[in-house]
């Protein structure tokens, strides 16, 4: 589902070229979830970045779900994302002007898919928001509001869904509770989990779980 070979992103600063990620051979399943850690600066966040298609590497080989992202156009790449990659961060980053419902419902109609309210509806059910569709961002709790981002991140039923810290700003009551929700939909829909955490509690209950440093997987 997930394959990369060589990976590098190198950026250039006035000191000289910095390595960000120092090739990346990486291997993930259909189905598979997998959780990375490592300290902050390692490459986490630009290695999640690169594999969802949101930036370009500077070398090597990725390709999800047996699309070469080197071989695609960029609105070939944006359509792909739109049917195939989830993702889910730290920050909620929902629209303070839509409701629940609107914000999960967006993807769908962005894509011009059918039914979007009633699919939107359906899954803020399953993560437990059914009394909430029409609550903005605002009169909602943060748990309340991640719940709606990954509603929304899930909406279309994309076979990979990326997590970037997903819990990083809830309380530990709470960021379990989201973790367990993202693990539940994941497996009922058997995506292709990638989680970015600093909790290596969180991390271990993936399927499997790997660690990064110095843009290097150990």
């Known amino acids: 589902m997930?394959?990369?070979?060589?990976?590098?992103?190198?950026?250039?600063?006035?000191?000289?070229?910095?390595?960000?990620l120092r090739g990346i051979d990486l291997s993930v399943a259909a189905g598979e979830?997998?959780?990375?850690?490592?300290?902050?600066?390692?490459?986490?966040?630009?290695?999640?970045?690169?594999?969802?298609?949101l930036e370009p590497p500077t070398g090597g080989f990725v390709a999800v779900a047996g699309c070469d992202y080197g071989a695609m156009s960029e609105d070939d790449l944006a359509r792909?994302?739109?049917?195939?990659?989830?993702?889910?961060?730290?920050?909620?980053?929902?629209?303070?002007t839509m409701t629940a419902l609107?914000?999960?419902?967006?993807?769908?109609?962005?894509?011009g898919e059918k039914d979007c309210r009633a699919r939107a509806a359906a899954i803020l059910d399953e993560v437990?928001?059914?009394?909430?569709?029409?609550?903005?961002?605002?009169?909602?709790?943060?748990?309340?509001?991640?719940?709606?981002?990954?509603?929304r991140a899930m909406v279309a039923d994309p076979p990979v869904l990326f997590a970037d810290e997903p819990t990083g700003n809830l309380d530990q009551a709470t960021g379990e509770s989201i973790m367990q929700l993202i693990l539940n939909l994941a497996k009922n829909r058997q995506s292709?989990?990638?989680l970015i955490?600093?909790?290596?509690?969180?991390?271990?209950?993936?399927?499997?779980?790997?660690?990064?440093r110095d843009g290097l997987l150990a």
């Open 192 to 194: 292709t989990l990638f």
């Open 80 to 96: 792909f994302r739109r049917t195939h990659i989830g993702i889910v961060f730290q920050s909620f980053h929902l629209v303070p």
């Open 128 to 151: 437990g928001l059914a009394d909430r569709y029409d609550h903005y961002p605002g009169q909602m709790s943060g748990g309340e509001q991640q719940r709606v981002a990954l509603a």
């Open 33 to 53: 979830t997998v959780g990375l850690i490592g300290p902050s600066g390692s490459g986490k966040t630009t290695l999640l970045m690169v594999l969802a298609g």
């Open 102 to 111: 609107e914000n999960t419902a967006l993807p769908l109609e962005l894509a």
């Open 197 to 212: 955490t600093h909790d290596r509690a969180l991390a271990e209950r993936c399927d499997r779980t790997l660690t990064m």
């Open 2 to 20: 997930i394959e990369t070979e060589n990976l590098t992103v190198t950026l250039p600063s006035r000191a000289g070229d910095v390595n960000i």
